[in-house]
Nanobody, 131 residues
Framework: VQLVESGGGLVQAGGSLRLTCAAS????????IAWFRRAPGKEREGISC????????NYADSVKGRFTASSDNAQNILFLQMNNLKSDDTAVYYC?????????????????????????WGQGTQVTVSS
């Protein structure tokens, strides 16, 4: 199993970026795929998740209305479209995956933000927003 993020970079406040997470070794159909980020001096924060099997799409309040996650299950690619970026969005962004049958979001809907639940992680991509 491998997750590889790309698309990070330097952008001015108000700008946009699209992150990509390419996955291999498993099927998106059976997994919850999430985006996390870690800002300097802060803990890792869950910002979005998608579960095809549970038909769930979640966002943290800090990014709701600005970020949109999507997936191409046939290609095993996860996207994060980030618009109206702010300096507070500066962080390393990670994608993560866990079997839907393990995390059971249908029963425990808030678990998607728990980092310990995830089985696989990418190496991260840096996003820097200049003000």
């Amino acid at each position: 199993v491998q997750l590889v993020e790309s698309g990070g970079g330097l952008v001015q406040a108000g700008g946009s970026l699209r992150l990509t997470c390419a996955a291999s070794g498993f099927s998106f159909d059976d997994y919850v795929i999430a985006w996390f980020r870690r800002a300097p001096g802060k803990e890792r924060e869950g910002i979005s998740c998608i579960s095809s099997s549970d038909r769930i799409e979640n966002y943290a309040d800090s990014v709701k209305g600005r970020f949109t996650a999507s997936s191409d299950n046939a290609q095993n690619i996860l996207f994060l479209q980030m618009n109206n970026l702010k300096s507070d969005d500066t962080a390393v962004y990670y994608c993560a995956a866990v079997r839907a049958s393990k995390i059971k979001l249908w029963r425990y809907p808030r678990r998607w933000t728990w980092t310990d639940e995830y089985e696989h992680w990418g190496q991260g991509t840096q996003v820097t927003v200049s003000s």
